[in-house]
């Protein structure tokens, strides 16, 4: 059974910073690309950032030099630091892996 289970979300100020940490199971990890998303309330599920098996990453313009995805292949988890949190960054935040597989979601709330 494919498990990814999200963490790290919360109440941060604008400015503020927060780590996010996807730790899957039931998968052979380090075959697969990762990824993060995130849908904010009345909108689409939009991508935030991808990680490939060798650690190659991309971000969506939104978060180019605030976000940072990067996977830790001995501890079957992947993460996303964020910095620098703007009131629009507030979403849902998702993993998801190559096989197409979703985790539950965690809020994260950027508000003063």
Known sequence: QVQLVESG???VQPGGSLRLSCAASGI???AYAMAWYRQAPG????LVATVTRG???DYAD????RFTISRDNTKNTVYLQMNSLKPEDTAVYYCYSGGAYWGQGTQVTVSS
């Open 43 to 46: 909108k689409q599920r939009e």
């Open 62 to 65: 939104f978060v180019k030099g």
């Open 55 to 57: 650690g190659s990453t």
């Open 9 to 11: 979300g919360g109440l």
């Open 28 to 30: 052979i990890f380090s």
